[in-house]
């Protein structure tokens, strides 16, 4: 089955630096790449997505890239704020309806 | 519109003893799953109904655990006996759409502490 590797597990940054989460997938059928931000004690929300035909998406502050050859995906978060201190988890799905999660990275954005 | 939810929040229990979760999804959403995320590891999907037939349950442990979505409404997890790696977050999500890149809408997850 499809396996999603995420790193850093943890990451800290100054506000207004910016902040990259790496993520690996296994299965090369994989074609839909979300990523969820988890506030303490919230559910986890969609913050942005990406799908197998698109190298790139931007969203504001929110990038995720794309390369479907080395099955790699990253999100991109600029001019950080401490409001976007939260747990992240990437996903991949292959076929079939099921994610496959990251074990998460927790940000921390320093004021 | 309302979230998905679920309740407990939170449930503490002693080895052995029962537990039952339940999933109220998006009004309107057939699709409805669960996962589960152990501590520190990643969230893991346990299974998937489409209203109230079980689509995949590839995911689930062992027999100890029992879901089911009667009239393909709510859902509830039971988990009899509960054994001490039976701990972690378990969160229900739920989306409209069968197949395809869609998003999955998530409650915010029951706590289940085993001792």
């Known amino acids: 089955g499809e396996n999603v590797e995420q790193h850093p597990s943890t990451l800290s940054v100054q506000e207004g630096d910016s902040a990259v989460i790496k993520c690996t997938y296994s299965d090369s059928a994989s074609n839909y790449f979300p990523w969820y931000k988890q506030e303490l004690g919230k559910r986890p929300q969609l913050i942005i997505d990406i799908r197998s035909n698109v190298g790139e998406k931007k969203d504001q502050r929110i990038a995720v890239t794309l390369n479907k050859t080395a099955k790699h995906f990253s999100l991109h978060i600029t001019e950080t704020q401490p409001e976007d201190s939260a747990v992240y988890f990437c996903a991949a799905r292959p076929t079939g309806n099921q994610f496959y999660f990251g074990t998460g990275t927790s940000l921390t954005v320093i004021p | 519109e309302a979230g998905v939810t679920q309740f407990p929040s939170h449930s503490v229990i002693e080895k052995g003893q029962t537990v039952t979760l339940r999933c109220d999804p998006i009004s309107g959403h057939d699709n409805l799953y669960w996962y589960r995320r152990v501590m520190g590891k990643e969230i893991k999907f346990l299974l998937h109904?489409?209203?109230?037939?079980?689509?995949?349950e590839s995911g689930m442990p062992n027999n100890r655990f029992l879901a089911e979505r009667t009239g393909g409404t709510y859902s509830t997890l039971k988990v009899q006996p509960a054994e001490l790696e039976d701990s972690g977050v378990y969160f229900c999500?739920?989306?409209?759409?069968?197949?395809?890149?869609?998003?999955?809408?998530f409650g915010p997850g029951t706590r289940l502490t085993v001792l």
């Open positions: 109904f489409v209203k109230e037939s079980k689509q995949d």
């Open positions: 999500a739920s989306s409209p759409f069968l197949g395809g890149a869609y998003e999955q809408f």
